[in-house]
T-cell receptor
């Protein structure tokens, strides 16, 4: 089955700096890669996702890149703000036929210091 | 904006008791999921459900677990005989369809289950 590794487990940056979180996946059939942000005690919220037919996607300060050959994808947050502080989870899934569950990484706790 | 809702927000139970966690998916969604998150750990897939049957389940989802869509709006997770290690946050999620552009899974606020 799919296995998702996520690094680093914790990341501390100064406000205004960039943050990068990296994930690798094992199943080459995975074709959908969402990123979720989870604030303490709250539900995971989708912040961006990418599909396997795309190499990069950007939404304002957030971007995700995907390297299918190497089976890794990354989240990039530019101009970080204190409200970006949260745990970020990457996930991988296969969409096709009757499948569709997401396998999550272990999460990265991002702290943005003012 | 429509949201997935879950009840109760917190549930405390004795080991060996049955619990039912309830979810109301977004109304036009067809695919439903349960995930769990043990405190401080990652989100783990339990089961997916479509067209009134289980589509896929993980090894965590053993015979103690069952899911049901008893009516047109609710989606439930039952744990027949709870164990201490079932203590976790349980998230329900739903997605509209499975396709190229509608895979997004929307998560509910979770039910925190504590087994004593």
């Amino acid at each position: 089955g799919e296995n998702v590794e996520q690094h680093p487990s914790t990341l501390s940056v100064q406000e205004g700096d960039s943050a990068v979180i990296k994930c690798t996946y094992s199943d080459s059939a995975s074709n959908y890669f969402p990123w979720y942000k989870q604030e303490l005690g709250k539900r995971p919220q989708l912040i961006i996702d990418i599909r396997s037919n795309v190499g990069e996607k950007k939404d304002q300060r957030i971007a995700v890149t995907l390297n299918k050959t190497a089976k890794h994808f990354s989240l990039h947050i530019t101009e970080t703000q204190p409200e970006d502080s949260a745990v970020y989870f990457c996930a991988a899934g296969y969409y096709g036929g009757s499948q569709g569950n997401l396998i999550f990484g272990k999460g990265t706790k991002l702290s943005v210091k003012p | 904006e429509p949201e997935v809702t879950q009840t109760p927000s917190h549930q405390v139970t004795q080991m060996g008791q049955e619990v039912i966690l309830r979810c109301v998916p977004i109304s036009n969604h067809l695919y439903f999921y349960w995930y769990r998150q043990i405190l401080g750990q990652k989100v783990e897939f339990l089961v997916s459900f479509y067209n009134n049957e289980i589509s896929e389940k993980s090894e965590i989802f053993d015979d103690q677990f069952s899911v049901e869509r008893p009516d047109g709006s609710n989606f439930t997770l039952k744990i027949r005989s709870t164990k201490l290690e079932d203590s976790a946050m349980y998230f329900c999620a739903s997605s509209e369809v499975r396709g190229v552009s509608e895979e997004t899974q929307y998560f509910g606020p979770g039910t925190r289950l504590l087994v004593l």
